[in-house]
Structures are given as structure tokens and as C-alpha cells.
């Protein structure tokens, strides 16, 4: 991290910007309340720390040892002066603010009649953001895939269903890509690019979807450890973008024998993610659970250990649905969510403000 002096000249920071450039680093420029802050992106050996910090304009160079500096709290409060956290807008929607945001949908989009009366629904019930998955990551070939696996036109068609419904219903809309080359084509319809969990991991991919500078759902893999999980995300921070909402779903359970839920909720990561961290983050309760009758209880603790909001499965008529039928709920479950979850924010958001002052 290069500490730009208070009084620093535009030049003064093009210069610092071309130094590390020129060998063969990028540069992050965050430009603070206070300060302008400049993160170095690549690999640092190649670089003198003692030669940036003595380049005219230059406060100090900061060694952050953490392998995701650009979202570490750290670095926000080196700029911002204040341990301030990011809120992500999708339209009027903001994610990481006072209320929980709620997205909801299909697993997968089936047809035009299925979304939009899903769409019609879960905004009654009090939903924000419209989820729906045209390209679905699945354990079996032999498997529904999404109508995006049918073939270039099926999926456009797809994703103008999901577009419509979101603008008929007025909800910011989310699909999940799940390889480089649907980057553009996805990009075209959606709102929020979402990141599955099994891609994760896919770097590449994750530089391409960053660099559409649209909002970015990043979900943990099944079997990463917070740390890995916000170092892929700095993939996404690394290209300028840092609209990135974190999602947990869900870790590999341990142990012999029927481990009763499709994965494990790993809750703590809430908290913890939050003090590494000042991006939002998020819980799908649903592919973690993968069982409809522990959505509510989820849903309650999810939001009592501070998560930013719920994405949540949601089908009319669960048991017909061709993907995670079992884990779907119906829009009037959703609306009980919705009602008891708002009241536990709240009651949580005052409950952390008198620990602040006591
Ligand atoms: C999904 O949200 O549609 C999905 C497949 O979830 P995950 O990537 O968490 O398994
Ligand atoms: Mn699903």
C-alpha cells in the first residue's frame, strides 16, 4: 500500500502509479475522505518498497500482509479514516445497509409462465431481487442443465424472460454464469452476476466477470476456508471492481454416517468475514439446508448473526420443480421469513448499538 501525503497532486500520483507499472505490477487508486490510497496488484518482490516511499507525494509504504488487502477493512480505513462498510447498489437496492435484502427465485428458470409467476409472487411476499438459474451447475450429465445448455437461443430467450420479469415486477435480477464464455451474453441481461460455489476457485472466469463492472454475488465453495474464500474474491477487487457481495452456503459436513442436511451452515463465518472484511455478506440458506423445513430456522439464525440479507429457493408448487425440489419453499413461507427476519435485524441492529455504548 503506497500512503499518499494529504496534499498529494494528481501528478504526484501518476507518477507512483507509472513506477509500478513500470515494473510490471498494477495499481489500485482508492481516493478517500482523507487520502488517496494506492494498493499494488501482482507480485511485490519485484518492486523496492524503500524506493516507492521515497517518490514525492508519498506518506509512507505500507507492507499489509493479509493476501486480500483490497477488501481488508485495513485498507478501507486507511483511505476512508473511519471503519466504514461498502454498500453494494443494484438499482434502488442497497445491500449491506440497515435492512435485509432478500433475493429470491427458482432454482432454475423452466419456463416463461414459471418465472414470472414466481416473479409475481415472491415480490408480494416482500422480496427485493429476482434469482432465477438458466446455466445450473449439476453433479450428473445426465441431468436438467438450465435452458442455457439447450443452445444460444434458448438461453437468450431465458434470460429476456428473467430480465421482463424482473422489470414487470420491479426487481433487480440475478443468474448464476457459469463459464467464461457466457460472460458477455449474461452481462447483457442481468443485474447481478452471480459467482456459483463451484467456481470459485476459477480465477480466470472471475477476472471476465469483474471487468463487466456490474455487481458480482460471490458464493463460497463447499470446501474453503474463509481465507481462501476472500483471497478468490480480491480476483474480482483486483480489476476495479468492488461490488462484490459475499455469499456463505454452506460447508462439506463432517463425519460418518447421514449428516442430515446437504451441507453445514457455517454461520461463524458471518461475523468473521465482517471484521476481515467491509464488504456485505450474504446466506442461502437453501443449498446449505437442502430441506425445506429448516428455511425458517436458518433464516432467523442467518440474520441474527448479522448477515446482509437471505437468497432464498422459491417455487409455487415446490414439488414439481425439475432442480432441488426438496429444498425449495413456497412464496407464503417466504413472506413469514421476510416479516420474522425484518423484526430480528432490527432487534439485533439496536441490541449491537447499546453493546457500542455500554
Ligand atoms: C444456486 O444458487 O443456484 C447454486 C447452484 O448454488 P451453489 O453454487 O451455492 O451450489
Ligand atoms: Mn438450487
Known amino acids: 500500500m503506497i500512503i499518499m501525503e494529504k496534499g498529494a497532486t494528481s501528478e504526484q500520483i501518476k507518477h507512483v502509479v507509472s513506477e509500478i507499472k513500470k515494473h ?34 508519498v506518506k509512507e509504504a505500507r507492507m499489509i500482509e493479509t493476501p486480500y488487502k483490497l477488501i481488508s477493512r485495513e485498507y478501507s480505513e486507511l483511505f476512508e479514516g473511519k471503519d466504514e462498510s461498502r454498500i453494494v447498489e443494484v438499482g434502488d437496492i442497497r445491500i449491506g445497509g440497515d435492512e435485509p435484502v432478500f433475493i429470491a427465485g427458482p432454482c432454475a428458470i423452466e419456463s416463461k409462465a414459471q418465472i414470472f409467476r414466481i ?6 411476499a416482500g422480496a427485493h431481487i429476482l434469482r432465477g438459474g438458466i446455466f445450473k451447475p449439476r453433479s450428473s450429465v445426465h441431468s436438467f442443465q438450465g435452458l442455457g445448455a439447450l443452445g444460444d437461443e434458448e438461453a437468450r430467450e431465458a434470460l429476456s424472460w428473467l430480465r421482463d420479469a424482473g422489470q414487470k415486477f420491479g426487481m433487480p435480477v440475478m443468474t448464476e454464469v457459469r463459464g467464461e464464455s457466457q460472460v458477455d451474453l449474461i452481462a447483457e441481461y442481468v443485474d447481478i452476476l452471480q459467482v456459483g460455489a463451484r467456481n470459485m476457485y476459477h480465477q480466470d472466469m472471475l477476472s471476465s466477470i469483474a471487468r463487466k463492472g456490474k455487481p458480482v454475488l460471490f458464493k463460497r465453495h463447499f470446501g474453503a476456508s474463509v481465507e481462501e474464500f476472500l483471497s478468490f474474491s480480491e480476483y474480482i477487487a483486483a480489476e476495479g471492481n468492488k461490488d462484490i457481495i459475499l455469499c456463505e452456503r454452506g460447508i462439506v459436513p463432517v463425519g460418518k454416517g447421514n449428516s442430515y442436511t446437504r451441507y453445514t451452515l457455517d454461520l461463524v463465518a458471518v461475523p468473521v ?41 422459491v417455487h409455487y408448487n415446490p414439488a414439481e420443480a425439475l432442480v432441488d425440489a426438496q429444498q425449495m419453499i413456497t412464496p407464503d413461507e417466504l413472506g413469514r421469513i421476510i416479516t420474522t427476519c425484518k423484526q430480528i435485524k432490527k432487534l439485533v441492529a439496536s441490541d449491537k448499538k447499546k453493546i457500542a455504548v455500554a
Open 119 to 124: 416473479a409475481e409472487e415472491v415480490k408480494k
Open 273 to 313: 468475514v465482517q471484521k476481515e472484511t467491509y464488504l456485505p455478506i450474504i446466506v442461502d440458506p437453501s443449498h446449505a439446508a437442502g430441506r425445506r423445513d429448516l428455511i425458517f430456522d436458518m433464516s432467523c439464525a442467518a440474520t441474527a448473526v448479522g448477515a446482509s440479507g437471505l437468497v432464498i429457493e
Open 24 to 57: 510490471g505490477l498494477r495499481a489500485d487508486i482508492s481516493r478517500g475522505e482523507f487520502r488517496t490510497i494506492i494498493g499494488l496488484i501482482g507480485d511485490e518482490s519485484r518492486i523496492s518498497f524503500t524506493h516507492l516511499a521515497a517518490l514525492p507525494g
